[in-house]
């Protein structure tokens, strides 16, 4: 294998600045210390293929899709929505361009062409993806809502509201039916 491979572990320590990115419009909320980047997509991945495979749709390719749907911010930064509004976040597929730069063809082509079939949302798989990453967010403010910060309320409704899949409108429903501990009761064989 020729191919050098230096671009590539640049990549790498760049990705795991997402492991220090917080994800700023959580402390609209008052969280202090909100989710990372990366943790976010962690689960957002796990959702989509969950979302995907009840769908019909290529579960490991939805996942595929999740892990790197935010990849970008670690040039841009978790831009919110608000902030969108008087400082845009750049072009996902521009920003992953020159992430790739320099990367085995193969490779960069790849993931060129996974942000740009997310970012289309043209693919059921993209389709279940965006709306993983729109539960997530539910999920998560319905967890920080469970430890005090009310005002999460607003990211549960928006993003409930943002679902297209039947599964994901599913789930959304049964999530909002349980607390988060919930399944710690069920597992210990507690009544709820």
């Not at 957002?44 to 490991?60: F, M, N, R, W, Y």
């Not at 729109?134 to 509201?161: P, T």
Request: hydrophobic share 40%; aromatic share 6%; proline share 4%.
């Amino acid at each position: 294998m020729a191919d050098d491979l230096s671009a590539v572990a640049r990549f790498l320590y760049e990705a795991g600045t997402l492991k220090n990115t917080a994800r700023t419009g959580w402390w609209m909320a008052g969280v202090k210390q909100p989710e990372s980047v990366a943790e976010h997509s962690w689960r957002t991945s796990l959702i989509a293929s969950v979302i995907a495979k009840l769908e019909g749709a290529d579960p490991a390719r939805a996942a595929f899709l999740a892990v790197w749907h935010d990849t970008q911010e670690t040039r841009t930064g978790d831009v919110n929505h608000l902030g969108k509004k008087y400082a845009p976040a750049g072009d996902p597929q521009a920003v992953t361009a020159d992430q790739t730069a320099g990367m085995p063809d193969v490779l960069a082509s790849a993931i060129l062409e996974l942000v740009a079939e997310y970012e289309a949302k043209d693919s059921p798989e993209a389709v279940c993806a965006r709306d993983a990453d729109k539960l997530e967010c539910m999920l998560q403010g319905i967890e920080y809502k469970a430890q005090g910060y009310e005002n999460a309320q607003r990211w549960i409704d928006n993003s409930r509201a943002r679902l297209t899949t039947e599964t994901g409108q599913r789930l959304a429903d049964e999530l909002l039916g349980q607390g988060p501990l919930d399944w710690l009761r069920n597992a210990l064989g507690e009544k709820a």
